[in-house]
C-alpha cells in the first residue's frame, strides 16, 4: 500500500495550529453547507437541511491538536481516484453520490434495497473526535459526523447466524478513474469486514460528515466507516453494500497482500508492517524536514475494545 515514502510529505503540508471550535463554530459551519460553501463539498446526497435537522453537539476533545481541514480532505487514500495522496481531492467530484442506495443483505431478517436519506430516517447525530492510524504509519485526529454502526444494523434484525458484517464500495469506473486503471492491482470493488461484535461497538461509527459539514466525496461520501482502533484502511469508503454473514468475509488489503495487511487490523505498535515500524506515527501537521513522531498506542489508544480480543494472539491474527 505505501507507495510515498515519508519524505514524498511536501513542506506545504503544514497544519496551522488548531483552535478548539465551540457550538457557534459548528452552526456556522453547518450553515455554510446549506449555502452549498465549502471546499470540497460533496455532491450532496441528502438534503441542504439534512445536518441541522438532527441534533449533533460538539464531540468532546482528546487533548490533542486537531488536524486541519484542508489536510484532512487533501491528504487522501481513496484508490478508486488514484494512488497518489492527492488524487482524491482531484477528482473524486467525477463520483455522482445523489441519488445514493445501500444495500443490506444476507443473515438479517428485513433485508433490503433503500435511499440512504430513508435508511437514516431518525436516526441522531453526533460529532466524534478521532484519531486516524493508518498502516502507512501517519495519523490525523478528525471530528466526523455519524452514528453507531449498530443502530443502523440493529434495524434490519441481524439473525443468530451473523457473526460478521462485509461492507462493499461504490463500484463505477465511468465515475472512479482508478477503477478503469489498467495498472490497478486492486480487484475492485473496495471490500472491508468487521466482526459483528466489532461493528456493533460503541466505537465503530458511520460518518456522514466532517468539519460540521457532509463528507467531502474524497473522504468517502455520503456514507463511510470509522473505526478509530484499528489501521485507516477498514475505514471503508462510499459505502453501498452492507452484508451480514456467517463466515469471515474478504477484505481488499489482505486479498492482495496478505503477509502484510490482516482482517483485524488494530492498531499495534508491537506488531511491525513486514517493511516498516508501526511504533510509531507522523501526526499531521508534518513536514519533511521536521517529522512529527510521536509513539504509536496500542488499539491507537482506545484501550476500551481490549476485551473484544481477549485470549487471541494478535501477533497472529495481525
Ligand atoms: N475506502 C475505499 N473505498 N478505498 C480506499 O482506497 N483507503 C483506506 C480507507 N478507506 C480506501 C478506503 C485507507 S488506506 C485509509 S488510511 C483511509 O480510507 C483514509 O481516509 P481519509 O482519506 O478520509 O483520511
Redesign the pocket.
Known sequence: ?LIRRPSDIKPSEITPEYVYRTRRRFMRDSLAVAAGAGAGASALALPDSWLEERRVEPGEPIGEQMTSEAN?TGY?????FGTDKED?AKYAHEMNVDPWTVEVSGEVAEPGKMGLEDMLAGIDLEERIYR?R??EAWS?VIPWIGFPVKKLLDRFKPTADAKYVEFK?LHRPSEMRGQRSLFSSIDWP?LEGLRLDEANHPLAIFAVGMYGKLLPN???APIRLVVPWKY??K????IVSIRLTRRQPVNTWNDLQPREYGFYANVNPNVDHPRWSQARERRFPTTLFRPNYIPTRMFNGYDEVAALYSGMDLARFY
Open positions: 500500500m484532512a487522501n487514500n481513496f484508490y478508486e482524491p486516524l493508518c498502516v490525523m464500495t473496495y474524497q473522504n468517502g485507516g484502511f475505514s471503508i469508503k462510499s
